[in-house]
């Protein structure tokens, strides 16, 4: 059975910082590509960040880039997303997912995840 772990979510000031983690387990086969994707109250979910496997290839949304940073460390099954200067349209559920795809079209993050965290919450408020 797949299971996630995420943690790091919580509540800032706008321009603070965040780091979120995502330990996975229970994978029985490999998955491509592994991210974090995020949905605002009333908004369809958006991707917002992703790493292949081979953890060099990186995908940003435009809205993170020069902001956000993933990076994944195998021995540990566990993706990182590094947020910095944090802005209020930043606030959602931050999900992370694992599955087959991810690429970038026109400044979108798009993808193809099979499996899914719970979700950990990131409010950025003054």
């Known amino acids: 059975q797949v299971h996630f772990v995420e943690s790091g979510g919580g509540s800032v000031q706008p321009g603070g910082s965040l780091r979120l983690a995502c330990t996975t387990s229970?994978?029985?086969?490999?998955?491509?590509?592994i991210g974090w994707f995020r949905q605002a109250p009333g908004k369809e979910r958006e991707g917002v960040s992703c790493i292949d496997t081979d953890d060099v290839t990186t995908y940003y949304t435009d809205s993170v880039k020069g902001r956000f940073t993933i990076s994944r460390d195998s021995a540990k099954n566990t993706v990182y997303l590094q947020m910095n200067d944090l802005k209020p349209e930043d606030t959602a559920v931050y999900y992370c997912?694992?599955?087959?795809?991810?690429?970038?079209?026109?400044?979108?993050?798009?993808?193809?995840?099979?499996?899914w965290g719970q979700g950990t919450q990131v409010t950025v408020s003054s």
């Open positions: 997912a694992a599955g087959g795809y991810c690429t970038v079209v026109g400044g979108k993050l798009l993808y193809g995840m099979n499996y």
């Open positions: 229970g994978f029985a086969s490999d998955y491509e590509a």
